[in-house]
């Protein structure tokens, strides 16, 4: 990817949620340091805005308030609910920063966080996050979702789906993918080789396949076959043993076979700062680790830590010096 300078693009995400708030806190905290512009309605942020026509504007505008290329969505922010109406401006800004970042107008994408069902019941949205859409609008077959702190690196191999279809959902291409991405990514940012943990799916690592065969019948032939190639894997390991500090010196990122397995840890380690970024896209995208927060939406609670991690982690990306 190209060195950029141009601003990050940040899609608003769900107005009834915290993001309108983390946003105006990130601007004011940022200052001049990092030129970002919104993709959403200026009336639904949480402080000054200067609308601008074009992203360019951006740079200089952001001296006096947050950045924004104002879309109409059409019926007011009510912090803590989310607006049918809303549902479909929330994804046609997605689209449009995918757009500016194909375009050389914008260097990255950061997305605020998106409340999925709103979406789904508004606007009929036809996927369970960003990472599936974005892989959509870029007309890539294979993406993988990695939350990055800087503690640790974790991809859940399978995203959103129910636990109960994790199992199937593991084939030996799947995972061969997930894997082959999340190694090609780390190259690109710069790791030689880069030291790969893969868990097991089951307790112990399936115990030698008393306690289930998914180790023996899928992870093992897979890791085999890649070691071959070179690559440096450790695993299937067990799940429970593989992210306190002293394992976690032992590797550069960890592959986990579903959702819970890879976002519990890196949550609980660092939940303000860290940063969900798409891998195996040909843009840059970023995203705060959190959710829409609507329970705390409006109180002037939300931290805009993670905000601000994933908008330097695009930078940073943009310049290629890295995540
Ligand atoms: N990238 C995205 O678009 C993401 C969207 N979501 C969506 O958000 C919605 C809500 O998800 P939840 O599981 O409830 O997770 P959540 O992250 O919105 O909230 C979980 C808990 O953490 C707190 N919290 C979250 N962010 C915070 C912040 N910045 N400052 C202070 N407290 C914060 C909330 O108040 C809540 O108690 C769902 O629709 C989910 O799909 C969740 C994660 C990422
Ligand atoms: N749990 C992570 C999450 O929901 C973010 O998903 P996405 O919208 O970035 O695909």
Not at 178 to 184: D, E, G, K, L
Not at 210 to 228: Q, S
Request: glycine content about 10%.
């Amino acid at each position: 990817m190209p060195r950029s300078d141009a601003p990050i693009a940040l899609s608003i995400g769900e107005p009834g949620g915290i993001g309108p708030e983390t946003i105006a806190k990130a601007w004011d905290r940022l200052g001049a340091e990092l030129p970002f512009f919104v993709i959403g309605d200026p009336t639904h942020i949480d402080g000054p805005v200067e609308v601008i026509a074009h992203p360019g504007e951006a740079p200089r505008a952001l001296h006096r308030g947050v950045p924004v290329l104002a879309r109409d969505f059409g019926a007011p922010r009510i912090p803590g609910t989310a607006q049918p109406a809303h549902a479909q401006p929330v994804i046609d800004a997605i689209r449009d920063g995918v757009a500016l970042v194909m375009a050389g107008e914008a260097a990255a994408l950061t997305t605020a966080p998106i409340h999925k069902k709103a979406l789904m019941d508004g606007a009929g949205f036809a996927y369970p996050g960003h990472t599936e859409y974005l892989a959509h609008l870029a007309g890539v077959e294979d993406v993988v979702m990695m939350l990055a702190c800087p503690e640790l690196r974790v991809v859940p191999a399978t995203i959103h789906i129910p636990l109960a279809d994790v199992p199937a959902a593991l084939t030996r291409t799947h995972l061969t993918r997930v894997i082959r991405i999340t190694h090609a990514a780390l190259m690109a940012q710069g790791h030689a080789n880069p030291r790969i943990a893969v868990a097991g799916l089951n307790p112990h690592a399936g115990e030698g396949g008393a306690i289930g065969r998914e180790e023996i019948e899928t992870i093992i032939p897979v890791l085999d076959a890649l070691r071959a190639e070179g690559l440096a894997l450790a695993g299937p390991l067990p799940a429970d043993t593989m992210f306190h500090p002293a394992a976690r010196a032992g590797y550069d990122v960890a592959i986990c076979m579903y959702h819970d397995q890879a976002l519990v840890p890196i949550k609980t380690i660092d939940f303000a700062g860290g940063v969900n970024v798409t891998l195996g896209l040909p843009l840059i995208r970023t995203s705060p680790d959190h959710g829409t927060a609507f329970d705390i939406a409006g109180t002037g609670r939300a931290d805009p830590t993670s905000l601000i991690a994933a908008l330097r982690m695009a930078r940073d990306m943009a310049q290629g010096t890295g995540a």
